[in-house]
C-alpha cells in the first residue's frame, strides 16, 4: 500500500512536477496517511492501556491483594484519594503507596479468573445437555420408525 502511495507521490503527470514529491497535493495525502496510521498504531492503544491501568487504581477496595509497579505486595486496610496504605507481611508492618504506583490488583484478577472458569463450564454443561438431548431425539425417531 504503502508503494502505492509512493509512486502516486512520484509521477509527474504535470510538467511542474519535478523531483521526488512534486504534487504538493499528494505530500499532503502521504503526510495525513502518516500521521492517520501512527494514531491507530501507537497512541490509541497506549491510551486504551492507560484508561484501563486508571479503571484499576480507582476500583481498588479495602481488603484486596495488589501488587505494586516495585513488587511489593499486600493487603489494603485504608484507601485514601490519592493514596493507599497495605499491610505488607505477618508482622502487620503498613505502608503507604501512591495510588499510580498500583501495578496488579490480584484479587480482581482471582474473580475474574473465577467468573471466566465458571462461563466456561456453564457453556461446557449446555454444549453437553444439547448433545445428549439430540441423542435422545434421535435413538427416539429410530423407536418411532421400528414401531
Same mark, same amino acid.
Not at 498500583?102 to 480482581?108: F, K, L, R, S, V
Given at each position: 500500500?504503502?508503494?502505492?502511495?509512493?509512486?502516486?507521490?512520484?509521477?509527474? +503527470?504535470?510538467?511542474?512536477?519535478? @523531483?521526488?514529491? !512534486?504534487?504538493? $497535493?499528494?505530500?499532503?495525502?502521504?503526510? *495525513? %496517511?502518516?500521521?492517520?496510521?501512527?494514531?491507530?498504531?501507537?497512541?490509541?492503544?497506549?491510551?486504551?492501556?492507560?484508561?484501563?491501568?486508571?479503571?484499576?487504581?480507582?476500583?481498588?477496595?479495602?481488603?484486596? +491483594?495488589?501488587?505494586?509497579?516495585? @513488587?511489593?505486595? !499486600?493487603?489494603? $486496610?485504608?484507601?485514601?484519594?490519592?493514596? *493507599? %496504605?497495605?499491610?505488607?507481611?505477618?508482622?502487620?508492618?503498613?505502608?503507604?503507596?501512591?495510588?499510580?504506583?498500583?501495578?496488579?490488583?490480584?484479587?480482581?484478577?482471582?474473580?475474574?479468573?473465577?467468573?471466566?472458569?465458571?462461563?466456561?463450564?456453564?457453556?461446557?454443561?449446555?454444549?453437553?445437555?444439547?448433545?445428549?438431548?439430540?441423542?435422545?431425539?434421535?435413538?427416539?425417531?429410530?423407536?418411532?420408525?421400528?414401531?
Amino acid at each position: 500500500m504503502l508503494y502505492t502511495v509512493f509512486n502516486l507521490c512520484t509521477s509527474s +503527470d504535470t510538467p511542474q512536477s519535478t @523531483g521526488l514529491f !512534486g504534487n504538493p $497535493v499528494m505530500m499532503i495525502v502521504l503526510l *495525513v %496517511v502518516m500521521f492517520g496510521a501512527m494514531y491507530f498504531l501507537t497512541i490509541r492503544p497506549q491510551k486504551k492501556r492507560q484508561q484501563e491501568e486508571q479503571k484499576l487504581r480507582d476500583s481498588v477496595q479495602i481488603g484486596d +491483594d495488589i501488587t505494586t509497579i516495585g @513488587g511489593v505486595t !499486600g493487603k489494603i $486496610v485504608t484507601v485514601r484519594e490519592d493514596s *493507599v %496504605v497495605i499491610v505488607t507481611s505477618a508482622d502487620k508492618t503498613k505502608m503507604e503507596f501512591k495510588r499510580w504506583a498500583i501495578q496488579t490488583n490480584d484479587t480482581a484478577n482471582a474473580r475474574a479468573a473465577e467468573e471466566k472458569a465458571a462461563l466456561e463450564a456453564a457453556k461446557a454443561q449446555e454444549k453437553e445437555e444439547k448433545k445428549g438431548s439430540s441423542r435422545r431425539t434421535r435413538k427416539s425417531d429410530i423407536d418411532d420408525t421400528k414401531k
